[in-house]
């Protein structure tokens, strides 16, 4: 819990010995220093002059002060943790708009490169299925089996590029 403390006797406090001559200067205008605490880290400080009546701080307002500081304290780390998640989220969103878009080359790449394929398999495929049919010459069933082998070699090849073609247009 933080307590106000008598602005005489801050020099004694830790968190109040690493201010430089600018801020310990401002604060000498001040009757009392409040400790914004969150966790027992000080993350803020309030100063308070003299009252307008001149009186000294009663315990009842010091009481008062105890209270208010320790809700602060919790609203103002509530907002820096909602601000590092507000920062995160952005972070998070312009790095899932970095992959939807590496991901959308990768596709097109791919996509690209299989069209590039099929078209050749298409081409020996043809060829192969003419040079079965001995439309040109006569092969012999050794040369036949080879080539039946190659053409299912073949079609095998572009049944898989067609299938990831499709896979890659839905």
Do not use: W
């Not at 495929?125 to 053409?151: A, P, V, W």
């Amino acid at each position: 819990e933080s307590h106000p403390i008598n602005v005489q006797k801050m020099e004694i406090i830790v968190e109040f010995k690493e201010m430089d001559s600018l801020q310990s200067g401002a604060l000498s205008s001040l009757e009392l220093i409040c400790p914004l605490k969150s966790h027992g880290k000080l993350i803020g400080i309030l100063g308070l002059g003299k009252k307008q009546s001149n009186k000294l701080y009663s315990q009842e307002d010091l009481e008062i002060i105890v209270n208010i500081m320790s809700q602060a304290g919790i609203i103002l780390e509530n907002a820096l943790l909602f601000h590092d998640i507000v920062r995160d989220a952005t972070e998070l969103k312009a790095l899932n708009e970095k992959l939807i878009d590496l991901d959308k080359l990768r596709t097109e790449s791919l996509s690209k490169q299989l069209s590039e394929l099929h078209s050749p398999l298409i081409a020996i495929k043809n060829e192969l299925e003419s040079m079965l049919s001995e439309k040109y010459c006569k092969i012999t069933t050794d040369q036949g089996t080879q080539l039946q082998r190659l053409l299912d070699l073949v079609n095998e090849k572009r049944k898989i590029v067609e299938t990831i073609q499709v896979r890659l247009s839905c």
